[in-house]
């Protein structure tokens, strides 16, 4: 089956950089997605890119795609405190049922703390 | 917009007790996910509705977890009977269809624990 990695843990100071690395196996996904859970909450989509990019920047936000090592990215700028949460990468595969349905395949989480 | 709601938000049973999970999706979604997030695990895509008819249940173990949809808005995840190995947080998730790139809106999750 599909298969998506991610580190599990990364510490940042506040204000520093922080950089999350996923890589994937699935080489037809089209659409990559970085979603942010904190503690006893639901997922919340940060954002995603689509196959045909290679960078993407949103804010403090900054997504990149490497499509020939399967290697995605996100790289938080200007790290804060509140940032502290778990971070996955999720990549959109074909239901096994097909019919043009798709389902997102998780990474296990990255998670980020932050150091005042 | 009010967002996916679920309930209860914990729930605790013993084993070879049954237990079921609520979920409104925003309204006017069509497509409606439930996934299974084991402590220190991504989420795992369990069932998923379109309307009223299920898309996709490959990943669900039928001889305990059933859910519906019967109206085409809330559904119902239920299992029967629980293991110790359910223990997890159910999320339900909604998306306006099942299109591809179309974003998926998750609810708080119920965090169940099987004794």
């Known amino acids: 089956g599909e298969d998506v990695e991610q580190s599990l843990f990364l510490s940042v100071r506040e204000g520093d950089s922080s950089v999350i690395n996923c890589t994937y196996t699935d080489s037809s996904s089209t659409y990559l997605y970085w979603y942010k859970q904190e503690p006893g909450a639901g997922l919340q989509l940060l954002t995603y890119i689509f196959s045909n990019m290679d960078m993407k920047q949103d804010q403090r936000l900054t997504v990149l795609l490497n499509k020939k090592d399967k290697h995605l990215s996100l790289r938080i700028a200007d790290t804060q405190t509140g940032d502290s949460a778990i971070y996955f990468c999720?990549?959109?595969?074909?239901?096994?049922?097909?019919?043009?349905?798709?389902?997102?395949?998780f990474g296990k989480g990255t998670k980020l703390s932050v150091i005042p | 917009e009010a967002g996916v709601a679920q309930s209860p938000r914990y729930k605790i049973i013993e084993k070879r007790q049954s237990v079921a999970f609520w979920c409104n999706p925003i309204?006017?979604?069509?497509?409606l996910y439930w996934y299974q997030q084991i402590l220190g695990q991504g989420p795992k895509l369990l069932i998923q509705f379109q309307n009223n008819g299920v898309v996709d249940d490959s990943q669900l173990p039928k001889d305990r977890f059933s859910a519906e949809r019967l109206k085409g808005v809330d559904s119902t995840l239920k299992i029967q009977p629980a293991k110790l190995e359910d223990s997890a947080v159910y999320l339900c998730?909604?998306?306006?269809?099942?299109?591809?790139?179309?974003?998926?809106?998750f609810g708080p999750g119920t965090r169940l624990t099987v004794t």
């Open positions: 999720a990549i959109n595969t074909q239901t096994y049922s097909g019919a043009g349905s798709y389902q997102l395949t």
């Open positions: 309204s006017g979604h069509a497509t």
């Open positions: 998730a909604s998306s306006r269809s099942f299109s591809l790139g179309r974003e998926q809106y």
